[in-house]
């Protein structure tokens, strides 16, 4: 349903994104994994439409994202959620406002229906009873839980999410995988996840892409990537700082700058 | 909500405060269609305007009775001036109107000075007695070379 | 790697160097700039209005900085009332205090005083405010909710602006021949009916036409720069901090400069 073919992100002289082809199917959960930097965020942005890719396009079904117009761009995106990994609340509002945002914006469903839609959202993240708090008063689970209401406020085809159970304790963590698992698969929504936390990111896909230095070094069931023989995936799954991921992303030797005389210290390898 | 309407009240206090202001200004200060087309008018023609312009006042008796619209240079050698006078001072048919100067360095003015004649000018007619402005560079160079005989 | 070379660049050459960075810097935030805010402009006809963010912008920024400019503009009139009386005194000219403090204050004093608060007040909390939007995400949170940001947050600020720098400006006016007329009048001796008369016969539509539209000019300018500077923002805490205090120089800046031009023009 969505693809990306050929994508790259250059950022100066750093390709964020580099040759990238991706396929994310409709109606599962695609769960896009790697360390810090190797370009995932970069991908989603891509993905959604918020950042343009220097090369390559990204297509949902037959229309090509940035060759659209505003306008249509934005009927998309009515069928789109999108949660941030600070949430992104708008903080001028409470929490009911928040949630209820798209429903103000793009329908004229009276209040009365808007408030009990509002209610259900809450209730499905466990936030019910909190609508006149405001975003600076949220724990940062509760700001999370909100957002995800926001997300599903119009009970969107296509959701995105960045980073959803980062900073968050074990139990709030637990939960935000759960609703994102359970909304998924209840609502036949797709799902693109980014996330670092393996566990998560594993026990919810349906399809899991594994990224490094911006290009997709893996892609399969969580059961495929699982029993992967690549070191690379191998280092990441178990998360060991040696490996073909280097963890110090110094170039020079440590011992050789210490001593000041390049060249001539040579340790046991 | 409700907030939002105390909002707008709000703003629109603070607008209206503000048309207040500049209609205060535009009206009192700029005088904006003040004297504008009210009164009517007169003309008289002068050798030297003297750099009276359109605006400068119209005094008779020392007091403000209207303000000259406009002046123009006619057959290339003399000023003539449309004098706009205030409703219902009359002017005697044999006044006339001199330029004068507010103080010894201050703003020219039109002064009116009235005549004998019973019978009162009617707008549009002209002023014919004037008599042009005191030059003091001339009257000093007059002073200084007459001197000289 | 030249780790180990030593550069050998002459202080000057390296000064020059810095200055023409600045320069091609300052272009290109020019350019970026003007595109930002005539995308944004272009979209003032375009569906949905915003007149409801239309009116809580004008009412933050000119009903929050009406406090200020009554204040300046109090005091404003009553220094130049003083400073005016004793001037005007020595040629025994004091009866025109009313015009010079009328004068003084329309056509520069009220544009330009007011629009400096202004930017200290509603400027500063512009940029600040929409930096942190980009920092926090809520933009983008935006964008993906189907609502152009430009056409939100930015646009209605740029049309308040507008709006209130002239009303703001004509009430700093009005407050400032009101209290010079209280110092000079009541305090100082002038003849009252001297003060409104001399300040109505010496001040013609030209210098309030021309003291509005500099109101109207800077208020756009201020409008436009400060959105633009909290939009393009570097995305961090330091970055939103160093782009409010930018925005208020430039602004300043580009006001005194404005000024310069429009003034050149109405004399």
């Known amino acids: 349903m969505i693809r990306g073919e050929n994508l790259s992100k250059r950022y100066g002289d750093v390709d964020a994104v580099a040759s990238t082809d991706i396929h ?108 006149s708090m405001m975003p600076s008063e949220l724990s940062g689970g509760m700001a999370k839980r909100v957002a995800f209401a926001r997300a599903m406020a119009m009970d969107p085809r296509i959701v995105f999410f960045d980073e959803p159970t980062s900073g968050l304790d ?43 230095q911006g290009r997709i070094i893996a892609e399969g069931t969580p059961a495929e990537i699982q029993a992967s023989t690549d070191e690379r995936v191998r280092q990441f799954l178990e998360g060991r700082p040696d490996g073909p991921i280097p963890f110090s992303r110094s170039t020079t030797s440590y011992i050789d700058d210490l001593t000041h005389r390049p060249g001539t210290v040579r340790m046991a390898q | 909500m409700q907030q939002y309407r105390r909002i707008e009240m709000t703003v629109g206090v603070f607008v209206f405060l503000g048309l207040v202001a500049i209609a205060w200004l535009a009206l009192k200060v700029g005088q904006v269609g003040g004297i504008g087309e009210s009164g009517y008018t007169l003309t008289a023609d002068f050798n030297d305007a003297g750099g009276v312009r359109k605006g400068s006042d119209i005094m008779m008796a020392g007091v403000i009775i209207g303000r000259v619209d406009d002046v123009k240079l006619t057959n290339n050698d003399h000023a003539t001036m449309i004098l706009r006078v205030n409703e219902g001072v009359k002017i005697s048919e044999d006044a006339f109107a001199s330029v004068r100067t507010k103080g010894i360095i201050g703003d020219r003015y039109i002064r009116i000075t009235q005549g004998m004649e019973e019978d009162h000018l009617v707008a549009g007619s002209e002023i014919e007695e004037t008599e042009s402005a005191i030059n003091i560079e001339d009257l000093i160079s007059k002073y200084i070379f007459s001197g000289k005989e | 790697m030249s780790n180990g070379m030593i550069n050998e660049q002459s202080s000057a050459a390296i000064f020059f160097g810095r200055m023409g960075r600045y320069a091609m810097h300052g272009i290109e935030q020019l350019g970026d700039g003007t595109r930002l805010g005539m995308h944004a402009l272009s979209l003032i006809f375009t569906r949905p209005w915003q007149g409801k963010h239309f009116i809580l912008q004008l009412y933050a920024l000119g009903v929050g900085s009406l406090v200020i400019i009554i204040i300046t503009g109090a005091f404003t009139g009553m220094v130049l009332a003083l400073q005016g009386y004793y001037t005007l005194a020595k040629f025994g000219s004091e009866s025109l205090l009313g015009a010079g403090v009328g004068m003084s204050i329309i056509r520069e004093l009220g544009p330009v005083l007011g629009a400096f608060m202004i930017i200290g007040r509603a400027g500063s909390s512009i940029t600040a405010e929409i930096g942190i939007m980009r920092v926090t995400e809520q933009t983008d949170a935006l964008e993906m909710m189907a609502v152009n940001p430009k056409r939100r947050v930015l646009l209605p600020r740029i049309v308040a602006t507008t709006i209130a720098v002239p009303l703001l400006v004509s009430i700093f006016d009005v407050v400032g021949i009101g209290t010079g007329y209280i110092v000079g009048v009541e305090m100082l001796g002038v003849n009252s009916g001297a003060y409104m008369a001399e300040l109505i016969a010496k001040i013609d539509m030209i210098d309030l036409n021309g003291g509005w539209v500099k109101a109207g000019v800077f208020g756009f300018m201020i409008g436009m720069i400060c959105t633009y500077m909290g939009y393009r923002a570097t995305p961090t805490t330091e970055g939103v901090a160093k782009a409010t205090t930018q925005a208020v120089v430039i602004a300043s800046v580009g006001v005194l400069i404005m000024d310069y031009i429009l003034t050149s023009f109405y004399l």
């Open chain 1, 24 to 131: 994310i199917q409709a109606g599962a959960i695609t769960a896009i994994m790697g360390g810090s930097g190797s370009g995932k965020t970069t991908l989603l942005r891509l993905l959604s439409g918020l950042d343009s890719p220097t090369t390559g396009h990204v297509w949902y079904g037959d229309d090509d994202l940035c060759s659209l117009s505003e306008q249509r761009l934005y009927e998309l995106r009515e069928s789109m959620g999108m949660l941030f990994q600070y949430s992104a609340l708008l903080n001028s509002l409470n929490v009911y406002d928040n949630v209820a945002f798209p429903l103000h914006e793009h329908t004229d469903l009276d209040e009365e229906v808007i408030r009990t839609m509002v209610s259900m959202k809450l209730e499905q993240v466990g936030l019910r009873g909190f609508e």
């Open chain 1, 170 to 212: 074990p139990i709030s963590a637990g939960v935000i995988s759960t609703l994102i698992h359970d909304t998924s698969k209840m609502n036949r929504m797709t799902s693109v996840v980014v996330t670092h936390d393996v566990s998560a990111g594993l026990a919810i896909a349906d399809q899991v892409v594994l990224m490094w």
